[in-house]
């Protein structure tokens, strides 16, 4: 039982960092919570399948196109319908849920309401210290591992990284030393949409229109738990939550379905004792 509940925790957890870095590296940088942030979730499991299935291209391919596709479309709507209203936060909220529900309408248009199952990258399963693992979910954690790594180094290692942190800091101090802070926004935009739809191409067993919605409310409870805007925060508020959900699914297995109920619970319950989330402090320092 420890064994399932720790390795399940882990699997699901890598996800929901994956998300919730990419919702983070937006807000710090943009100043934008955007609620679109798991359509583009949504989208590149649906284009994983256009690609291979409809259009019949290799599988590996039809992954890389995905995520690149719903890169670039998500920087055209940054470009077009966030960046005009950025620092209005009510309309950027009103803006950003109405693009989500659009990209839902159009899936529901093109693929319909039934789930559509999106191609498997590798099948079949191993046992790891006698719990079965399939090697989908192993792929999706190692690749939810790596990106995040890759992410880190980006932000930490590179010239692109300090002016993403510059800008995450201090905007006009950005642009006093030198700082493209319109450049920046934008690809940063892409980077963080590009995380979400590496979760959806990798991850996703299945694309449904509605699929963005619970993810979202876990990404919102994820990123508050751990503090707005702290990249450190989203990646331990993704594990807190990762494994709170695993644990009510296997010690409660009849009422599996409270799973996310329990972590939205645990999040409200942290934001009463310390309002700042758990490295709300620490950010605000860091700027």
């Given amino acids: ?33 955007n609620l679109a942030h798991t359509a583009f979730y949504m989208l590149a499991a649906y284009m994983v399948y256009t690609f291979a299935s409809s259009l019949g291209l290799p599988l590996p391919l039809s992954v890389i196109l995905s ?36 990209i839902q309408e159009v899936m ?17 399963y191993t046992k790891i210290m006698g719990t079965r693992v399939f090697y989908r979910s192993l792929l999706a954690f190692g690749v939810a591992l790596i990106i995040l790594l890759g992410t880190w180094a980006l932000l930490m290692k590179t010239k692109l990284g300090t002016a993403i942190r510059s800008t995450a800091q201090d905007r006009e101090v950005a642009n006093l030393m030198g700082i493209n802070v319109a450049r920046t926004g934008m690809i940063t935009m892409a980077i963080a949409v590009a995380l979400a739809a590496i979760a959806g191409a990798v991850v996703a067993p299945a694309a449904t229109p509605g699929m963005w919605t619970p993810q979202l409310v876990t990404v919102l409870a994820i990123v508050v738990l751990g503090g707005l805007g702290s990249i450190k925060g989203s990646f331990v508020g993704a594990f807190v ?12 297995p009849e009422q599996a379905f409270l799973g996310q109920a ?20 620490a950010f605000e320092e860091e700027r």
């Fill in 241 to 252: 939550l990762g494994f709170a959900e695993t644990l009510v699914k296997f010690l409660v």
């Fill in 1 to 33: 039982m420890a064994t399932d509940i720790i390795i399940t925790g882990l699997l699901s957890s890598g996800v929901y960092a994956l998300l919730a870095v990419g919702f983070s590296l937006i807000f710090g940088v943009a100043r934008i919570v």
């Fill in 262 to 281: 329990v972590a939205l619970a645990i999040m409200v319950v942290v934001i009463l004792i310390r309002p700042e989330g758990l490295f709300g402090v």
């Fill in 67 to 102: 995520i690149v596709s719903v890169a670039i479309i998500g920087v055209i709507s940054y470009k077009l319908v966030i960046d005009p209203v950025r620092g209005r936060e009510t309309t950027i909220l009103i803006v950003t849920i109405a693009l989500a529900i659009i």
């Fill in 108 to 124: 529901k248009i093109n693929f319909g309401t039934d789930a559509t199952p999106t191609v498997r990258l590798v099948s079949g």
